[in-house]
């Protein structure tokens, strides 16, 4: 079984002396072994590990060149506690933007949410006034609700009226409609 390396205090002189060989040698073993604690211990995959151990050595990186860090042979440790925090913040930040496809369908402007509740009301207050047709009538008004694109033969022939007729009993009854709503909606 081979052991492995704890104390990487060598990158740290390494970085701060521009030994680009052997930053690189250490780079090639440790960020492996990063990526794979935060595959194993924090369940990241591997795309989001690779990002967050890029990000969190870039910020050591930093660390280490503007001598902030104290004792190099925790380096590791630190490396690993970096890690982990980034991973945590990339986890947050995607969950907040973490949307069933169904959600996004139904994410409406503010002017949009307004007028669909005015929609829901008024059909409310449509279906209130349509309840106070006689049935007659209803059933007439319902025929042209249902099919909007109907001429007036179309209705002629179902309901065995003249042109005449259909088009009169068809504004008499949107009349009572149109009357029956501005009495509702000022209540």
Sequence with gaps: MTKTRVDYSELV???QEGDDAKAA??????????????????????????????????????????????????IFSYLI??????????????HRFKYEEEALNELYEPEEQVKNLLDKERQRILKECLEELQEKSKKFIEYFIDKPDA???????EF???????????????????HCYKRKSNE
Excluded: W
């Design 13 to 15: 002189v390494a970085l």
């Design 25 to 74: 040698e250490l780079l090639s073993e440790l960020i492996p072994r990063l990526e794979d604690y935060l595959v194993v211990a924090m369940s990241a995959d591997e795309n989001a590990a690779q990002e967050c151990v890029q990000q969190a050595f870039l910020d050591v990186f930093e660390q280490i060149r503007q001598d902030k860090i104290k004792e190099s042979k925790y």
């Design 81 to 94: 506690k970096s890690c982990r925090h980034e991973y945590l913040r990339y986890a947050k930040r995607q």
């Design 151 to 157: 001429t007036t033969d179309e209705a002629v022939e």
């Design 160 to 178: 065995g009226l003249s042109g005449a007729n259909v088009r009169t009993r068809k504004s008499r009854i949107l009349s009572r409609l149109h």
